[in-house]
């Protein structure tokens, strides 16, 4: 069984930052995405962004230009910096790792709050 644990998540004024990070317990080379995905209250979990075994990265719009995700295979560990932060981005963080649409797994998330 794949386990992923995130951290970092927290309170923080808008504007200021925070690096989410996800641990995995396996190789995160034997999986063709790893990514991050949000939900806040009463919404749909959406993505925010994913990385590919070959490093190629895809943001959501809503996060271009702020967020950068990124990948360490040597620690097995997915980061999520995020900068610019703004109240809308209040949601809570989940970690996701696919080898294909049918094997994928999730973390148990971790809250990040943005005041204003």
């Known amino acids: 069984q794949v386990q992923l644990v995130e951290s970092g998540g927290g309170l923080v004024q808008a504007g200021g930052s925070l690096r989410l990070s996800c641990a995995v317990s396996?190789?995160?080379?034997?999986?063709?995405?790893m990514g991050w995905y949000r939900q806040a209250p009463g919404k749909r979990r959406e993505l925010v962004a994913t990385?590919?075994?070959?490093?190629?990265?895809n943001l959501a719009d809503s996060v271009k230009g702020r967020f950068t995700i990124s990948r360490d295979g040597a620690r097995n560990t997915v980061y999520l910096q995020m900068n610019s932060l703004k109240p809308e981005d209040t949601a809570v963080y989940y970690c996701?790792?696919?080898?294909?649409?049918?094997?994928?797994?999730w973390g148990q998330g971790t809250q990040v709050t943005v005041s204003s």
């Open positions: 996701n790792a696919a080898r294909n649409m049918f094997d994928t797994y």
């Open positions: 396996r190789s995160i080379d034997i999986f063709n995405t």
């Open positions: 990385i590919t075994r070959g490093g190629t990265t």
